[in-house]
Each structure stands twice: as C-alpha cells, then as structure tokens.
C-alpha cells in the first residue's frame, strides 16, 4: 500500500518531465474549459438579446 494520497501518482515520484507535461496538459484543459464557458455565455447573451452571431 502506498503512502501517498493520490492514487494517480502511486508511490514513484513524479521527474521534472512528467511535471512539465502534467503542467501543459492541465493548462491546455484549463484554456479549453474556459473557452467552452466562454462561448456559451457569450451564446446565451446572444440568444437572450435577439440577435445572431457573425451578424
């Protein structure tokens, strides 16, 4: 049984590289969470105004 908390890392430490990856990765999502959020807010306001996107 491991004695880390996190069932993701086990009991190896993670190297700089699958911190840096894990980093990128994470951030990536991040952005991508927020784009999604982004768009639809932006959506809905559209829709609520009456008025469609582009125009």
Same mark, same amino acid.
């Given at each position: 049984?491991?004695?880390d908390?996190?069932?993701?890392t086990?009991?190896?430490a993670m190297t700089p590289e699958q911190r840096r990856r894990n980093k990128i990765a994470g951030?990536? =999502?991040?952005v991508f969470?927020?784009?999604?959020?982004?768009?639809t807010?932006?959506?809905?306001?559209? =829709?609520l105004t009456?008025?469609?996107i582009g125009g």
């Open positions: 049984m491991s004695a908390s996190n069932p993701a086990g009991s190896m951030l990536i =999502l991040l969470v927020i784009a999604v959020f982004a768009w807010v932006f959506r809905g306001s559209a =829709l009456g008025k469609a």
